[in-house]
């Protein structure tokens, strides 16, 4: 009997010890990663930029900036990374969806979608306890399978491929999917609310996601990925003209200031030069001033879209201010890739008599100058912005020289130290977001799934970092790789190594003499090739590309997508909209050199490759 | 994408022709300025306009305006040509434009031989030549600064102007004066009005609406022999108002109002006939040809009013306009 009374007792203290575990408060911090779409290295006020952003101005000055993070060259490669800790090679996005070349397709990590042998950090939070919020852009595969909520999220209101229509029309910018599909909660919408407007609609999810989960008293990861500034530029009638004259100057003259600024600031050392001009695109003192206005009023619309975004990050921080949940998240802030320098709707419309061209006229083809920013259209920036918006740095997304894949990242939040710093010395990578989380959560990474081994994380974390231990995650052995559409890069400490496509890079397809050599503590610019002197130091990250190739899952196809497409890959001269207005033949003079210089290029080429046509 | 010339200069002149294809003001009274008059084209661009009008009236009440081929119980006939030349020239940093023009064609009308006793014998009366040739001059007050070049032009905007607008009309036009029906007039007379341009939607093809009022006060010096007598006319005030809106980028469409009233009429200091008051309602369509000319077709009818009267108007318009710094953009495309 005494006995049964003491089981009894026991048993009872048990549970109580239980129930009180189940229903005290997760202290683990909430994470909150926001990621921006295209925005350059230098828009930010707290990067040198002009542009007004005093949410993350406010983030920067209150946590860390860091000035050597690396994305991949384009979004969807570096989602796959984010959300994984892998390379995009392992992850499944070896390529795009719609680019895998032939001796590519079907190889695992060339799935063109996030595939299932890896397992992203939000499912891994879910398991551990986190509610799972995201809002905004996927970009890593359309399936039900394949969709956030099948990949770790509990809530969503996703946008599922690349691009859309910032407002509720949601023409995609692909054209065998012309409505850019949705999902709510993993079930597929196809109606948008009528006053819909990306940014504002995906602050409001992620807020309610929030809102809705405080009852559970779990701590929450909240992936909002944000569509802005990506292309169509297009901004709320109120915000459209905001900058309309404030680019008259040209990008010359933006880009100076903003190099003034970065070194003023500490983004940038004070001995070292930015980026020459790249070499098809004019100065802006040879332009007339109607062209410099026009194709600054698109980065007006950019800039724009850039603000309401803050203006979004602060209501977001002030709803967690009022519930007292700003001081127990951890806030990350980071934009994907550099700023766009092609013209989507240019390589969207294809040519006469595909689909895409028909897709673009029914839905794009407005381009006159004062409609620019509205529904219907489906402007961009231009190269010419697109590299002032990557200052001081060389080229932009699509690219894996710096102007590509530097990207800005603002840290804080709690256990966070040495808050206002800006960090020079750190060198990160985007791989490195999901292991942080992980740890800071402490939640393991899995080694299984179904039975399946899981692909071990490759970034890794910073917590220590974080917490004022150290102040880089990587030694000076460490390095980090990318291969985009044929392009490549390696970077080892000081020193970088790229290989990259015409007619930016290679000249013939002698492979080892194509590789370049940086050291990017001075000529973070890639301006010096620096690969006579440092033979020794190019062979030693020559030999790190091959590990790369091997650690990574990198197919080296035959196919080089930039070169064989060299030409028709080259970005417009400048920015331009619907060709008006004229520059007095200076265009003609500028297409008739470069078709010479990529009928030159292609011949050497094909040359080089044996007369493979 | 490499620019392409003549895709600009579309746009260029659809920009300049938009306006230049109206710019009509008060070369003959028997038609209204017209819609999207007062919309602002580059400095120094050029535009001529010829226009046929059909002008009918059929009046068995006492309401008189010769110029408009109204006469007490009468039907007349008028059938108009209107040549225009304008230029947009900058006056005090504002957008400016001077205007000049003359009309000319035949008028047939069954009136009395005294057209202020409703008893005298109907004869048939007729008229042919020019008219009195008009010397215009409009300048804007508020929201249309000059456009002196491409950059002006690509910053342009406007969301209202408000302009005023003068014209003279040089008494040297065909005049009998034993006959009532004249293309001249015999006398002096002018214009002042303040043209207002609402714009809605944004100013790009496709998406522009306007309302356009322009209200307007005509004086009129005396006439001193017609048939034998001094005639002398009040002022006349008149209220023209338009609703465009683009159809299509090439096409737009108005609606038009057009109301007169006073003009009251005395000959030898003797109050003769009703004080003119006349509302007319109607449509106009105009369609962009190519980047240098515009076609323009009108219909105006005053049924919405007066039982006495029945007046209309048929308008075939043709424009061309031209600006020297894009036609010789258009040469480089042939360097």
Known sequence: MVKSIIRWYVAFCLLFIMFGFAHARDNRPNILLIVADDLGYSDLGSYGGEFNTPSLDKLADEGIRYTNFYVSPACATTRSMLLTGTDNHVAGLGSFENFIPPDAQGKPGYEGWMNHRVVTVASSLRDGGYSTYMSGKWHLGYEPDQIPRARGFERDFTLLPGAADHFSDGWSNEWHRAKAPYTEDGKFIDKLPEDFYSTKNYTDKMIKFIEEGRKEDKPFFGFLSYTAPHGPLQVPKDWLRRYKNTYDMGWDAVRHARFKRMKELGIVAEDVEQAQQLFFLPRTTGLIPAVLTLSGRKFGIYRSMTEYMDMEIGRLFDYLKEIGQYDNTLIVFISDNGAEGNDEVQILAGRPGTQGYLHAARNFAESHFNRIGMRGTFAEVGPAWAQTSSTPFRLFKAHVAEGGIRAPLIVNGPGVTGKGEINNKAILHVMDLAPTFLELAGVRHPDKKNGQEVPPIQGKSWVSMLEGEEKSPRGPDDWLGWEFFGERAIRKGDWKITRMGQPFGVQNRQEVADWKLYNLTKDPAEQLDLSDQYPKKRQELIVNWEEYVKQSNVIISKWNTMEIMSRKALPDPYPEHDNFPPTYGAEEMIRKAMEKRGEEMMRRAIENQGGDK | ?335
């Not at chain 2, 294809?21 to 003959?28: E, H, I, K, L, S």
């Not at chain 2, 300025?33 to 306009?49: H, I, P, Q, V």
């Not at chain 2, 001059?137 to 905007?157: K, Q, R, V």
């Not at chain 2, 609703?243 to 737009?252: A, E, G, K, M, S």
């Open chain 2, 1 to 335: 994408m490499i620019i392409s010339n003549s895709k600009f200069i579309s746009i260029m002149l659809l920009l300049t022709i938009g306006g230049i294809a109206t710019a009509f003001v008060g070369t003959a009274r028997a038609a209204d300025d017209g819609a999207r008059a007062y919309w602002k084209n580059m400095e120094d661009t050029n535009f001529l306009s010829f226009q046929m009008l059909q002008f009918n009236a059929d009046s068995s009440g006492d309401q008189f305006d010769p110029s408009l081929g109204i006469y007490p119980n009468s039907e007349t006939d008028m059938d108009l040509f209107v040549l225009m030349y304008g230029r947009q020239i900058n006056l005090f940093d504002r957008s400016a434009m001077i205007t000049a023009s003359i009309y000319g064609g035949d008028i047939n009308s069954e009136i009395g031989v005294d057209p202020f006793d409703s008893t005298s014998v109907r004869a048939r009366q007729t008229a042919s030549g020019f008219g009195d040739p008009s010397l215009g001059l409009t300048i804007n007050l508020h929201g249309a600064p000059n456009l002196a070049n491409f950059y002006d032009i690509a910053n342009y905007e406007p969301k209202l102007t408000v302009d005023v607008s003068t014209l003279i009309t040089i008494p040297v036009g065909e005049y009998e004066d034993d006959s009532a029906v004249n293309l001249g007039q015999n006398r002096w007379w002018g214009r002042i009005a303040l043209p207002v341009v609402y714009y809605l939607g944004s100013y790009a093809p496709l998406y522009r609406t306007s309302i356009e009022v322009t209200p307007s006060v005509l004086v009129f010096a005396k006439n001193d022999d017609f048939l034998g007598q001094e005639m002398e006319n009040d002022p006349l005030l008149q209220l023209e108002a338009h609703v465009t809106h683009d159809i299509t980028r090439t096409l737009f469409g108005s609606i038009d109002f057009m109301w007169r009233k006073g003009f009251d009429t005395e000959l030898d200091g003797n109050d003769v006939g009703d004080e003119l008051d006349l509302k007319t309602l109607g449509f106009t369509v105009d369609y962009v040809i190519n980047d240098n000319s515009t076609v323009r077709f009108s219909y105006h009818s005053n049924f919405i009013d007066d039982d006495e009267l029945d007046a209309d108007m048929l308008r075939f318009q043709f424009n061309y306009g031209w600006n020297a710094l894009v036609e010789n953009v258009k040469q480089l495309e042939h360097h």
